[in-house]
């Protein structure tokens, strides 16, 4: 198979994919269960180990393309040293492997305190991101033969060497926080990282583009918790979103009321209204579970085809093992 052949089978793929896949980061409804995701400077809002999992299943309804998300998360404060640190390791999976990003990522933070109401959070994350194309997923031409039909000899070099690329990302972000109100800003893709499979191409990405993230909340409690009783609070928050030419807002509330959670979020695309999102959890001890679905509102998505997105996730928390904690913050939320 020659050059020209090859790419245009990969810039076809590239099309498929790109709005979810290449011009955008894969995003949680449930962003307060993944953190890491949003804004590095969230590493370390708990004394103890904080070990996350979080899984997406995005428009389930389309049979034969799947699209998930599996992340896993680990992070603590470290008292002493007034630093937050973590890891994260994410994968983005469309069509079983078809085309697959994967990331592995380290976080630092530093806490600066203003007064003893209001704290500066200042987080880095470095880490190394894969894009790839399961080339043994495909079918080419060289693979098809007269007469033995599909012989599965692929000659085509091209494609070998093109079928994944893995480059190092950076990205930054700041919190600001009190007891009731918290605010944020992140830049991911600093470095804006070429994860380009086709080199000089003028219609595939010059590279990971900017995201910005801009988030926001508030606390407000009902019942303080103790040791045997978990406490109850409301939680209003908005997230701001947007990488190249793709925005989204999300508005909504989380309210925890003992051991159960729930809570309900309105998606905006800017150039539609995507879904509307609802969650129900529990939490116990050190175990927090939380099941989401996005019932998607716009067109063409909400058809019989669209079943929605499903997400879950599940947080340790080993806080609940530690006598005498006082936050003194807002971001139970996140924990």
């Known amino acids: ?21 290449v011009a955008q980061d894969p995003i949680f409804s449930q962003f307060y269960s993944a953190p890491l995701q949003i804004n590095p400077a969230f590493a370390g809002n708990t004394y103890t180990p904080r070990v996350a999992l979080n899984y997406r299943n995005q ?4 049979v034969g393309l799947p699209y998930e998300t599996y992340a896993a998360s680990y992070d603590q404060f470290i008292e002493r040293l007034n630093i937050g640190v973590g890891l994260m390791a994410l994968t983005d999976d469309a069509g079983n492997g078809l085309f697959r990003i994967s990331k592995i990522s380290g976080f630092f933070s530093y806490r600066a305190k203003v007064n003893d109401q209001f704290f500066l959070k200042l987080g880095v994350e470095a880490g190394a991101w894969q894009t790839r194309i399961g080339v043994d997923k495909l079918v080419f031409g060289d693979e098809l033969d007269r007469i033995d039909g599909f012989t599965g000899d692929l000659q085509s070099e091209e494609i070998l060497r093109l079928d994944n690329k893995t480059v190092f990302d950076v990205s930054a972000g700041l919190l600001a926080y009190g007891p009731m109100f918290y605010g944020g800003v992140s830049i991911k893709h600093i470095n804006n990282p ?5 080199e000089e191409t003028e219609n595939v990405s010059s590279g990971l583009p900017l995201r910005f993230s801009l988030h926001g909340g508030a606390q407000l ?19 701001f979103e947007n990488q190249s030419d793709l925005s989204q807002l999300n508005l909504g509330v989380y309210a925890a009321l003992g051991p159960i959670f729930a809570g309900g979020w309105f998606r905006h695309t800017f150039g539609n209204a995507d879904a509307v999102i609802g969650l129900i959890g529990f939490r116990q001890k050190a175990f927090k579970i939380g099941y989401s679905y996005d019932f998607t509102v716009s067109s063409p998505l909400n058809t019989t085809n669209n079943q929605g997105t499903h997400e879950i996730s599940f947080v340790i928390n080993f806080d609940h093992n530690r006598s005498k904690i006082n936050y003194n913050d807002c971001f139970q939320l996140f924990r």
Do not use: V, Y
Request: glycine share 4%; no cysteine; net charge positive.
């Open 1 to 21: 198979m020659n050059t020209a052949r090859s790419t245009i089978i990969i810039l076809s793929l590239a099309f498929l994919f790109s709005q979810n896949l």
């Open 221 to 239: 409690t009902l019942k303080e918790g103790n040791r045997k009783k978990l406490s109850s609070f409301i939680s209003p928050n908005i997230l």
């Open 59 to 62: 428009w389930s309804g389309w």
């Open 194 to 198: 070429d994860d380009r499979l086709i």
